[in-house]
Each structure stands twice: as C-alpha cells, then as structure tokens.
C-alpha cells in the first residue's frame, strides 16, 4: 500500500532527547529493583583445557558474599545445546575468559575483591589461535546462519562459494591482472554502554533488564536455555548504550546473571567491565582475504576471485560472509567466491556493523583502486565502467541501484575533477595530502518475526506496541514518523512502545533491517486498523476505543530482486612525511538508501557508520598474544577507537530515490552501509598521498616509515 | 563509613566503602545515574561531572576524598524542567544516537568552555600564550578528546558545542 | 580492589609519618593512576594517605629565579600558568598533550611523575609480570610491545614510563624536592627514575613513605628557546609512541647549548646525553641534527614489534630541532 507523507521525511528532532541529554533515559543497569545483589564473574586463565580444582573458601568467608558460584553448584540448564550459553554445565574451557563461575555479594566491591580470592587448578591442553592461510584445518562452513539457528552455511544464510564462467582460464587469459591479499585484525565493538543483565525471578518466572538489540531473541535464548514457556520470560530493555552487534546475542553473561538471581532469590546486577567485554560479547573475526582480477585493455573486468580465510571458534561455529559483498558488486563474466573457516581457541566471534562487508568491501575495494592505476583509469571512471545491469550472480534486477549516481554525485561534491592521478604528487608543509574513492554495499532485507498492536483511542491518540530496539539509531523517532503517516495522525498522536517482550515480538535491530521490517508490520496493521474504522465504524473510533493486531506480511518481491542500499565514499588523507602519521580531514559519502525516514537522524548513522569506518581504518586491533590465547590491549586506552581529535569533516548525503520493492516506506537499510568502504577509501587515499599500499589493517604509522616516506 | 556529598545542589547522606567510587556512590548508592559507566579506568569520559565547577572523571575519584566538593551531573544542568543551553543544543544538532556518553560530553563540553574562558591553552593552540582562545573545530576537538563517543556524533557534537560558545 | 583504610593528612610531615607506620600503604592524590591500578588489583595498598588537600598546591618564584612547582598543584593548572607558558613552553606542551581534560584537572605534579608502566602485561593480573611480581617473568619482551623500550632495557623489563610531563621535566633539570622518614632531600629528575635492571619493580629511587612536596624549575638562559612534540596512534588521548623534549639556546646559526630529552623509548625519560654532546657548538643544520640522532640512536636495541620508533625518533628529534632553531626570536 502507499502512504501519504507527512511525518516521513522530514527532520524531527530525536523524540528520546531531552531524556538523554539529562541523563534521564534509563539504560539497563539503571532500572530501579529491590535489593540487588552484585554479580562479579571468574573467567578462566587458560585458553584450554578443564578446571580442576576451585577453592572458593576465601571468597566465600568474605563478609558480604552471598554466594560463589561454579559448574559444581550451578543449576543445571534445560539446554545446553548452544554451547556460548551453556555457562557453568561442565569442567571444560574452550577459550580464555570463560566464564568459570561467579561470586554474588551485597556490593560491587565486595563481589570483586571476593572474585580475586578464588583459587583455581586447571588441566591445560594446547591450544592454538594463529589465523594463518595455510592452516592444514581449515573448512568449509556447513550451518552457520543466524547462530546456527536457521538454514544456510554463512552466517547471514548465503552459501559458502560461488562460481560463474571459468575464473581461472579468464585470469590466465586476462590482460590486465591484480593478485594481492588483504589482512583484517579482530575488531571489538566497544559500545560505550558495557554489556549489563539485571535478572529477578518472582515465582517461576523470569525477567531480566538486559542491553539487547532484540528483545524477543534475547527472551526466546533465554527461555530456551533455562526451559521455560516464553510466556514466563520478560526481556526489558528502552533504552541501548551503542551495541554495533554485540548485543544482537543475549551471549553467556545474561544466563550467569539469571542462574546467580535463582541461587540467591534476589536481583543480581551483572554489569561487564570494560576488559571483560573483550572475551565475553563476541567481536569482529579477522580475516586473510585474496583478491585477484582480471581485466581487458579497455579497463572491463573479465574475472574476479575473491578467496577468503576467516576465523572461527571452536567453541562454536560462525562463519561470516566476507566476500557475499562481491557477488553482487561489479560485472564480469567469470567470477568466484569461497569461504573457508579457521577453527581457533578463542572466544565466539559475532556479528559487527556490516559483518563481512566491512572487511570484505576493504579488500575489493582496494583491489579496486590497484587495478583502476594498473588500467590507467579514474577509480571512479573505473568503478562506473564495470557496473552491473543486473545483480551479476543471479541475473536478477535490483529492486534499486543508483552507486553510479553516488559515485558521479559524490566526486562532485568532493571536488574529484582536482585530483590528479599521480600519487605521491602533492605536498603541504610537512604533510603528503592524498584522496581516495570506495563504494558501499549493504544488503537491505526485512527479517519475519513482527507483529504490531495498535490501538486507537477516541480521542484521536494511538498507541503503537511493537518490542523493537533502538540504539541510538532514531527507532523512537523514526517509527513514530511511518506510524503517524501510516495512522493519518500527527507525530503528537502517536505513543509508541518499545523495548520490552510484554510488547507484540519483534525481529533484532540488526542487519540493516530494523526499521524496514518494523515499519512494514506497522504500516500493515495500521491499514488493517483503518480499513477497520471505515468498514465497521462509519469512519469514526467507537467511545471503547478499538484495538488491531497483526503480522509483518511477507514480501512478495524479496524472491525476485535483489536488495541493497549502496554508496560512495570520498576520503581526503595527510600523512606526515616524517612520522607517518595519518590524519583524515575530510570524508564525504553519498548513498543510495531508498526513502529516507528522518533525514536528521539518518544522517546522524550514517555519519556515525563512516566515523566508525574512520577508527577501522586507522586505529583499531585486538592483539592476540598466541601464547595465552587472549586480546591482551582489552582495553579503551590500549585499543583505540576514534576520538574527537582524529574525525575532521564528515559529510552524508543521498540520491533522493524510494526504493519500489523493498517495503511499503520504500526505504533502504542505512545502519551499516556507512562502515562499509570507509577503510578502503582512506586506504586508497593513504596510497595516493604516499605510494604505500597498505592491505593489512589498521593503517598504522609504522606501516608508513618501514619504506622512507620521502625521498631526500 | 558515612559520609555527605553535595550533589547538583543538594545534601545526600549515604553508606561507602572506602572503595567505592565517585561514580558508584552517586549510581549505586545514591540512583543518580546520570553519569555513566563506560570503562571505570578514566579512558572514555562517561562519568564526567563538574567537581568544585571543574570536569573531572567520577571513576576514578573515590567518594570518601569528595566529601567537600560541589558536584554537578548533566542532570543538575537542567534547572527546574528547562535544558540547559548545552543540552538544547545537543538536541538540535542531533549530537547524541545512543545517548550513553551524551551526560558526559555535555558536562566536559561545559566545563570546557569554562576553562577556555579562563585562557587556558590546549595542546592545538597556534599561541599558547594568547590571553584569549578562539574555540575553532579543532580546539574543540582536541578539548573534547577525552570523551569518547562510539555512535561516531563527534562531528555533530562540535558544533553544538560551537553554537553555545558564540553565544 | 582489597579493603583498606583512608586518611586524610593534615601537613606534609603528618602524611609521612602516617605512612611511615604502613608498610603496605601509600599516599594518594589525584588517584587517576592509582585508583586505576587499585581497581586491576595491580595496585593493593591496606592504606591510603590523602595528600591531595596538603598545602603544596602552590607555583612560586624563588629568588635565585627557580620556579617551585607545589605537588599537588594540578596538571591543568600547571599548564594554564602564564609564567610556565612563557618560559616553558616545553612543560606546557607535554602536559597539554598528556590525558584529557578532565584528567589533567584531577592528576597532580608529584602524582604524574609516579604513574606506572602502560604494558598490557604489567596491567593483566592473568599473566606474568617481572614488575608487578618479581620473578614471574616477561612476557613483554618477547610479546605485544609496540609502546615499550628501546634504550636502557633489561632481560626482566622493556617496560617505558608513560609520562609526558616527566620527559619535558627531563629537559629542563629539573629538580624533585621530596620528604620522607629521614628528612627532606632534592633528586635531580633525571636521576628520579631508574632503568629496570633486576630489580624491575623499583620505578624510582624514593623510598617508602618519601613524598613529593615540589619539583623545582631552574631559570632558563634568555635566549633558549624549548619544544615536546609527541607522536602516538590517536590525534589525541594515547600515550606517547615517541616523544622529543628539546631546550634550544641558538646562537649565529649554532647551537650553543642544547637539552633533548625522549619520552616512550625507556623504563625513565631518556636523556639524549649523546646527541646532546654532538650538539654543543655545532651548525643548527639538519644534517648535524640527524647525526646527533643517530649516534643517540646507535645505543638503541629494538624489539620484534617496535623497531620502528628507531625512525620515528630519529625523524621526530630532527624535526622538533630544526623547528626550534628555525623559531623567530
């Protein structure tokens, strides 16, 4: 159905404001219960292998301790099928900073100090947690999707490998050719908001105030895992401190905190620390990415083979779709992809901002930008040359492509025509300046598990119930808009509800699909609501009120298009030609993200994507120290992420250009398509300033001074 | 051990540790949760409040040694039910996505101004001896530094804070 | 954190004998480090003696034309001092480009100068560590160590100190005046901290219960001209990779003295004795800069992972000269 526009598209201020600029929004370590215990948790200190011995003695005779819990007093859980959240139900480590237990205590200090006192014996066994190519165990994901839980052999349901034409006849054949391989390191989320589960039972029933991005995944895990009726478990969370994908996954922690509240029949508060988020909550996996392109005389790519080696746990599998970003990026008639796992001792990797993308679109990207110098072409003239008619893997059309018009819209903007195509050509005092193109791809799809409930108050006021989440990514706000347009009302008649699994079930903010899936089941149910008024209330909400639930319908064009949101993204790069440090003044991007919702909070993620692309390209790196097996920079001072000093100029801008399949907004995602280019645009740039290509992230200093960055 | 803290104008009397922070005082013990907890180590500025009208890290502050200090929170900011200008402004420039760090950049970017007011130089200052500080985009930048922001509003955070500082 | 008692001092000599009755104990002032290091469990002291309200809190001219800096004096207000931003500009630039804001104002003078070693490993309770527990070995040095030394490490440490201030103190002779158990004393700066040798664990030469009550600045002659420059992965809020200290006194395109000190390359502030050395006298050229660098340099045993501050140092140190010789007056 189409709606008519009035709150869509234009640039509300965030509803959840004033609340945040107070301090007043309620995040979940904040929710006000009786009596809360504080949880502090015992991670184990080697990488594999078993415990053997605890002695909980000390910890235990601390004044205040409530109780120390281990796998020997552990209840046990219903399920244990999913091996993250099976906390507690074994002796064994498969990974260094499990969780091996947990003390509980009247106070946070108390349960900390306790923490330290235990003693723990282990039976260590090697283990190994080098991501090398040529590892003799690599494999080829078979049941990955969605956590394992669906169907499909890549995390996002994709198949592991593709092949079209005949790569390898086509790149011996090719007269023009590029074979490089690119490296990305562990990244780790970090939002600013540490992960935290505040959990109570009240009979046989359980509800936990909990970071997530979902909760009616988070209840479902939970449910699961301790064996009981959904409908016994509340997942409460309105409010998110940033999560990036970290909190997609209820993880380990939230079933501690719930295990350790049904010990001591209370509250238990179980806030992270900032270190502990570094083993427990996932984080981005590293990868070691082949490229190799082909192309004729005339700058036409003829093959394209992006290989990929990416880590996984051998905990639990995940594989993470690194290269399904090249299937449907450029023509060319031969191309392939694969997938191959690394199975190391460390922690469950998950999903980040554009898992897969981000490091996959840095790679290709890259490429890119070698084999546009090696045809003497324009980056962006080159890009242009080889895009595609139609989605070059399936032959099927996008549901809407603009990249060219990004691309051509963004070098104007950017001022490209200035650049001239010889690197290590310009230079201001002490620094070399360059600049850089990439473009962006995220899929755009609409995940099922929506239902909206609205009701329609005589009095003109709607209240709109749907558990979706937001991040900070503008839900609140946003969704109040399609609601307003949906239900002919003002944004001030609507009272949306989120966050909280009392609510109708929602899908995860994730994917890119939050808004697209949420915003379909309530458009679809306010019409239902409407054509409910007109055909059984003469067009007027009866005294009572009346109330309309319904379900996301399914979209009949997802079978038949393929869709993305797409990009460009513009870096302009000063290395110091001394310490090679890398500043970055300017970034400019122009996306294709279908119908825009809220232009300000929408910029304001997609802004935030490419800051966050920004601190992937220069800064980020979880370092680990093969010989414990562990992320030994865990922390904000040792693992940088951008800070105000280090992000210049920003600019988002978009093709105004709805989207006619997506969904009834004819929106785009625009979560994370951001991220995705970034690192390889400043890349591309860091290679003009100075000659140096750097294929392995993050772009450090020293990758700039090994080779003189000037000649004398 | 019991101990009184002024904070955002009034007396509170509450129950530490000699180990408790600052931070934990007001959050914990006291449900004053505008500060918030990002890493407890002074590496990303969520606590920031104002001690004796300065910006400082709660974290790492313990409240036994504050007992004397005037303390401000975001939330004392806003007098009465009005915002005060530097949180109207965050509004308007959309300076905040998950508004987790938001309390912290808005009292550091206060007490900010305050100090360039008071002419102290930063490290990215042409003069550091000139008798005034023009806040550019880069002096605020470098002022701000010790607030991280992971939602990446930084360039949306600058100028509202320029805005309040025109004014 | 373990439990532990807090006092609040009344007069310096009051803090030195309440700590001089704990062995475990130690004075705390603006806490940014030892709260930090308290909360790892890095740190376990059973008493704290707060300092931070002594009356050292003042900046005073002597005399004889030193600047007495009071130890509590703050980060940020040292920096803010007019007198130190004309005629020190090196010491208000490290400060300025140490930390935050919000840090600088809670961290004191004589608390700067005791701050600890950022290695992960002396940080991580989970691994061994020669400084943290003596014995336990380093896994440092065969390990993740790209901020760590180059100059002056041993087999049991390659820890830096992560001081900024300290380096620019380095370069101006400063002088740390300190009281303790057996009366007041002064300890060159220089001479305050100590290469790790066997006995890693020791960061400084003060013995327990020493305070810090001032560090003293010796005038500089009119026409020297002083400069840190810094170099680290954020534009902002990171510890130093490298960092260069210089004090410049030109004279007809010479150098007439010179003071270099180096931050980020050793367990103390690195006092480039040798390049100074070269210096003295020569043409303030790029060229005899480069040299003074280098046969600085040529003491310099890099890691596996940080052979590149060998460069850095050398680029940063030519640079930071030629831009202080090149200076209008």
């Known amino acids: 159905m189409s709606v008519i526009s009035h709150a869509v598209g234009t640039p509300l201020d965030r509803l959840d404001g004033p609340d945040k600029v107070k301090g007043a929004a309620v995040y979940a370590a904040e929710h006000p219960v009786d009596r809360p215990a504080y949880l502090y948790p015992l991670q184990a200190t080697i990488a594999v292998g078993r415990v053997i011995a605890l002695d909980t003695a000390a910890a235990g005779a601390e004044p205040d301790v409530l109780a120390v819990l281990t796998h020997r007093n552990a209840p046990r859980l219903a399920s244990a099928h999913d091996a993250e959240l099976a906390v507690l139900q074994s002796d064994e480590v498969a990974y260094r900073g499990q969780i091996i237990g947990g003390v509980i205590a009247e106070t946070p200090e108390t349960a900390r100090h306790a923490a330290h006192l235990v003693r723990v014996t282990y039976a260590e066994r090697a283990h190994d947690v080098a991501l090398r190519p040529d590892r003799d165990d690599l494999y080829k994901p078979l049941n990955a999707a969605f956590f394992c839980r669906g169907g499909g052999e890549l995390m996002d349901g994709s198949p592991a490998d593709s092949a079209v034409g005949d790569v390898d006849a086509a790149l011996a054949a090719a007269e023009v050719r590029l074979d490089a391989t690119y490296t990305t390191p562990i990244n780790h989320h970090n939002p600013m908001e540490p992960h935290t589960a505040v959990a109570l039972w009240s009979d046989d029933e359980l509800t936990v105030y909990c970071s997530t991005q979902g909760v009616t995944l988070s209840r479902d895990l939970l449910a699961t895992v301790f064996g009981l009726d959904p409908r016994r478990v509340r997942v409460v969370c309105p409010h998110v401190g940033g999560a990036f994908g970290s909190k997609v996954y209820c993880h380990s922690y939230a079933v501690l905190a719930a295990m350790a509240a049904q010990i001591v029949h209370r509250p238990v508060k179980f806030a992270l620390t900032r270190r502990q988020m570094f083993s427990l909550v996932g984080y981005r996996p590293a990868t070691v990415q082949r490229i190799r392109l082909g192309a004729d005389p005339g700058g036409r790519l003829t093959a394209i083979a992006h290989d990929v080696v990416v880590q996984t746990a051998k905990a639990k599998g995940y594989a993470e779709q690194v290269a399904v970003c090249t299937r449907c990026m450029y023509a060319a008639p031969h191309r392939r992809t694969t997938h191959r796992l690394a199975p190391l001792d460390l922690p469950v990797p998950t999903i980040m901002r554009a898992p897969g993308q981000a490091q996959g679109m840095f790679a290709l990207e890259s490429a890119m930008d070698e084999m546009a110098i090696a045809c003497g072409l324009d980056p962006v003239e080159f890009r242009i040359r080889n895009e595609p008619g139609v989605d070059p893997e399936t032959g099927r059309p996008f549901s809407s492509r603009h990249l060219v018009d990004c691309l051509r819209d963004g070098a104007r903007r950017f001022g490209w025509d200035r650049r001239g195509p010889v690197s290590r050509a310009r230079r201001e005092g002490a620094w070399l300046v360059g600049t850089g193109v990439s473009a962006s791809t995220h899929p755009s799809p609409r995940f099922a598990g929506n239902t909206t409930t609205i009701r329609a108050g005589p009095d003109g006021r709607h209240t709109v119930l749907i558990a979706a989440a937001d991040l900070g990514t503008g839900t609140w706000t946003a969704l109040t808009q399609i609601a307003a347009d949906a239900l002919g009302v003002t944004v001030d008649e609507v009272e949306l509800r989120i966050g909280d699994t009392a609510l109708p079930p929602a899908s995860p903010a994730g994917g890119s699909a939050g808004i697209d899936s949420w915003g379909t089941s309530v458009v679809e149910t306010a019409g239902r609501l409407r054509a409910l008024i007109d055909s059984h209330h003469g067009g007027v909400v009866p005294p009572q009120g009346l109330e309309v639930t319904s379900d996301m319908p399914d979209n009949p064009d997802a079978a038949h298009y393929a869709m993305h949101s797409f990009g460009a993204q513009f870096a302009e790069v000063r290395v110091h030609a001394d310490t090679g440090e890398v500043r970055v003044p300017r970034l400019l991007g122009v996306f294709d993200a279908g119908r825009v919702i809220n232009p300000k909070t929408a910029r304001s993620q997609l802004l935030g994507g490419m800051t966050m692309g920004l601190s992937m390209a220069l800064h980020e790196q979880g370092v680990v120290d093969p010989r414990f097996g562990h992320v030994v920079n865990g922390d904000l001072a040792e693992y940088h992420i951008a800070s105000h000093a280090d992000v210049g100029s920003v600019e988002a801008y978009w093709v105004e250009a709805e989207d006619p399949h997506t969904n009834p907004m004819g929106s785009k995602g625009i979560g994370e398509v951001g991220i995705v280019g970034t690192a390889a645009a400043i890349a591309n740039a860091v290679h003009h300033a100075t000659g140096i290509r750097v294929r392995d992230l993050p772009i450090t200093l020293d990758k700039l001074l090994r080779q003189p960055v000037v000649e004398e | 051990m019991e101990i009184t803290l002024r904070v955002d104008g009034q007396e509170r009397r509450l129950v530490v540790d000699t180990r408790t922070s600052l931070l934990d005082a007001l959050r914990e013990r006291l449900g004053i949760t505008s500060p918030k907890k990002g890493c407890d180590h002074g590496q990303c500025g969520a606590c920031t409040v104002l001690l004796g009208g300065r910006r400082a890290l709660s974290c790492l502050a313990l409240a036994v040694a504050y007992e004397d200090a005037e303390i401000v929170t975001a939330a004392g900011l806003a007098e009465g039910g009005d915002l005060h200008p530097m949180q109207r402004s965050f509004i308007d420039h959309d300076a905040l996505q998950c508004g987790y760090c938001t309390p912290g950049q808005i009292v550091s970017a206060v007490g900010m101004l305050a100090e360039a007011e008071a002419g102290w130089p930063s490290a990215v200052s042409a003069d550091p001896d000139a008798d005034e500080v023009v806040l550019d985009d880069a002096e605020i930048a470098e002022r701000m530094s010790g607030n991280l922001c992971r939602c990446g509003a930084y360039v949306n955070i600058r100028p509202a804070i320029a805005e309040v500082a025109r004014r | ?329």
Request: glycine share 8%; with cysteine; charged share 25%.
């Open chain 3, 1 to 329: 954190m373990k439990p532990f008692r807090y006092q609040r001092a009344r007069d310096v000599r009051g803090a030195v004998d309440m700590l001089a009755q704990a062995p475990h104990g130690a004075f705390l002032a603006g806490g940014t480090n030892l709260v930090d290091l308290m909360r790892l469990g890095v740190a376990t002291p059973d008493l704290l003696v707060d300092v931070r309200r002594l009356a050292c809190d003042r900046i005073e001219e002597l005399p004889d034309g030193t600047l007495r800096i009071g130890a509590t004096v703050s980060n940020s207000e040292l920096a803010a001092d007019r007198r130190v931003r004309r005629r020190y500009p090196v010491l208000s630039q490290a400060l300025l480009s140490g930390a935050s804001g919000q840090l600088r104002n809670l961290a004191t003078t004589g608390g700067n100068l005791l701050q600890r070693t950022r290695c992960v490993y002396f940080q991580d309770l989970t691994t061994p560590c020669n400084k943290r527990e003596p014995g336990s070995g380093c896994p440092a040095r065969e390990g993740y160590h790209r901020e760590l030394a180059i100059l002056g490490w041993s087999q049991a440490c390659v820890a830096t100190h992560p001081s900024d201030m300290a380096v620019a103190l380095a370069a101006l002779d400063a002088v740390v005046r300190t009281r303790g158990p057996d009366g007041e004393r002064a300890v060159p700066l220089t001479e305050l901290h100590r290469l790790p040798g066997d006995e890693p664990e020791r960061d400084t030469v003060l013995r327990h219960g020493e305070l810090i009550t001032a560090v003293d600045l010796p005038p500089l002659p009119p026409a020297a001209r002083s400069g840190y420059r810094k170099v680290r992965d954020r534009a902002s809020y990171a510890f130093a990779l490298v960092s260069v200290a210089a004090v410049v006194e030109p004279a007809d395109g010479a150098v007439r003295d010179v003071r270099i000190a180096l931050g980020g390359v050793a367990h103390k502030p690195w006092r480039a004795s040798t390049a100074e050395q070269a210096l003295r006298g020569a043409p303030a050229t790029a060229e005899r800069f480069r040299a003074a660098a280098e046969a600085e340099l040529s003491a310099a045993r890099p890691l596996a992972g940080n052979a590149f501050k060998i460069p850095l140092v050398c680029n940063t140190l030519v640079a930071t000269l030629v831009g202080l010789a090149d200076e209008p007056p």
